[in-house]
């Protein structure tokens, strides 16, 4: 890194291992080139973050913080870490963008840490903002999605409406990385992968998604041909052979995705690939366009199924077009066109009888698996969500549940569960509840293990299908104690814990 580098854009530890790239850094330098000196940092390769980072800061005599900060280990790196600098350099301006600051504003302001919160995709307008704090340039009231605290007040500027186009935003920086080889990580996919973004935000408002309350039903996307481009430029570059879209909703439009496999297929580029989709959305997509998909080396589809009762799709305010009917329909389609769907499904809101309600989703779970074998379950406990005006928020709140109100706070651990939807702090869920779904979790990725877990030899894959397959055959989830011990031992990775 060279030295007198003024904006340091650092990334915060997100994972222990299959390291991705830093796309809201690489999204945020793209607009820095050839405007300002500045280094990105990814604090996944730190071993002490706060001695190392406070290091680049000193040596580089640094005057400007970007942080990314997304719930759960970064956030748990972040406060410690602000803390810290915030008293080592009282100068320094610091800046928090990502899903956390943007849901959680006022409590990061308040805190006294961090100078300044940018909600949403704010590419343009971080610079904006580099422009004010280093010349003092333009007035920091009327950059979009910006937040901050005046004459102890917290003021937060409106955001872009609408979106902003991407087809003009510059490419990303990747030399910027360094050794790009720590992010091609071998995955269920490939060989090489690659993680890329290509639209922000979603047209839906389901009332427990953290992205709604930053882009309200609002979605831009990128090109198909400029999407392709890219792909060509990291194949021919980097050498990559799969590529994990980490779009909120990839699949929003039939023609941008019909047009992406087709120009995937006329350049002959060679890459598997995954992404993010509604099921009532997919559902919609003809035969032609899904063999082309196929064809094209589309292999999983992360799909958020949600639910299968239709009394708590409409709680869960899915919106659309989905219905139970969909998920089934959607697994045996796919199964058709040899697509594996990723099916997610968000257990333990609030309910009359949770008992019966979680029952009632072990069921269905149960029947999407008969239909289609090969499709992967994603278990996750439902966490509120701060989004005012939401029934479901509503009724967490007048049930009892209440987020810290103070940053700090947040560094407790049962905090750190409901980020991570494990354990959250609901009332209305008894640590019963909380076993009953991890138990019944237990049992199925036994007998069904995820083929997102290329380690797992087939011996030990054999050893988990027949440790489970009595207890599922049976419907017996209570206490599997042996099955735990063994995924212990062969060290099973669940895919929305640690990713492929």
């Known amino acids: 890194m060279s030295t007198n580098v003024d904006i340091i854009i650092y990334f915060p530890r997100s994972a222990n291992s299959k390291h991705r790239v830093p796309m809201s850094l690489l999204a945020l330098g793209s607009m820095l080139e050839n405007r300002y ?26 005057s400007i913080l970007g942080m990314s900060v997304m719930p759960g280990p970064q956030l748990q790196e972040s ?52 422009d004010f704090l280093n010349c003092g340039k333009g007035s920091r009231s009327q950059i979009k999605g910006l937040s901050y605290s005046e004459n102890d007040r917290i003021i937060h500027n409106p955001q872009r409406v609408p979106l902003a186009p991407m087809d003009d935003l510059p490419p990303w920086p990747y030399e910027r990385l360094g050794d790009m080889r720590r992010y091609l990580g071998n995955t269920y996919l490939g060989r090489r992968t690659m993680a890329m973004h290509t639209s922000y935000g979603c047209p839906f408002t389901c009332s427990f998604c953290a992205v709604v309350p930053i882009y309200e039903g609002a979605w831009v996307g990128r090109s198909a041909p400029l999407i392709a481009d890219e792909v060509q430029r990291l194949v021919k570059k980097y050498n990559i052979d799969a590529i994990e879209f980490g779009d909120n909703n990839f699949f929003t439009s039939m023609k941008r995705t019909a047009q992406f496999a087709e120009e995937l297929l006329r350049r002959k580029l060679r890459v598997t690939w995954w992404g993010e989709a509604r099921p009532d959305t997919l559902e919609k997509y003809p035969d032609d366009v899904l063999a082309n998909m196929r064809r094209s ?38 199964r058709r066109h040899d697509i594996v769907p990723e099916f997610s499904f968000v257990l333990g809101a609030p309910a009359e009888d949770v008992d019966q309600a979680l029952d009632e989703e072990v069921a269905f779970i149960r029947r999407v698996k008969r239909i289609n074998p090969q499709s992967e379950i994603i278990i996750y406990v439902y966490a509120p969500v701060p989004m005012l005006g939401s029934s479901l928020f509503n009724e967490a709140q007048k049930s009892g549940f209440a987020f810290p109100t103070h940053l700090e706070d947040w560094l407790l651990p049962q905090w750190s569960n409901l980020d991570l939807r494990r354990n959250p702090l609901t009332p209305w869920l008894k640590p019963r509840h909380i076993d009953k779904i991890h138990n019944f979790e237990a049992v199925l990725n036994a007998r069904y293990p995820t083929n997102s877990d290329i380690r797992l030899s087939a011996r030990q894959r054999h050893l988990l299908q027949a440790s489970g397959a009595l207890r599922y055959a049976a419907h017996f989830y209570h206490a599997p104690y042996e099955i735990k011990i063994l995924q212990r031992l062969v060290r099973y990775r669940q895919p929305e814990i640690e990713g492929f």
């Not at 940092?41 to 290091?55: T, Y």
């Not at 006022?106 to 580099?130: A, C, K």
């Open 79 to 130: 406060i410690p870490l602000v803390r810290h600098l915030r008293d080592r350099f009282p100068k320094l301006q610091i800046i928090w963008g990502g899903y956390f600051p943007s849901n959680h504003t006022n409590v990061v302001l308040q805190s006294g840490r961090v100078d300044y919160v940018m909600r949403g995709p704010v590419e343009r307008e971080f610079v904006e903002l580099i």
């Open 37 to 62: 000196d500045y280094a990105i940092v990814d604090g996944n390769f730190f071993h002490d973050p706060i001695a190392q980072l406070s290091e680049v800061i000193e040596c580089n005599g640094s």
């Open 297 to 334: 080396g589309c292999k999983m589809i992360f799909l958020g199924a949600e639910s299968g009762s239709a009394l708590r799709l409409k709680q869960l305010n899915k919106g659309g077009t989905q219905t139970p009917e969909t998920i089934l329909r959607l697994a045996k389609k796919l």
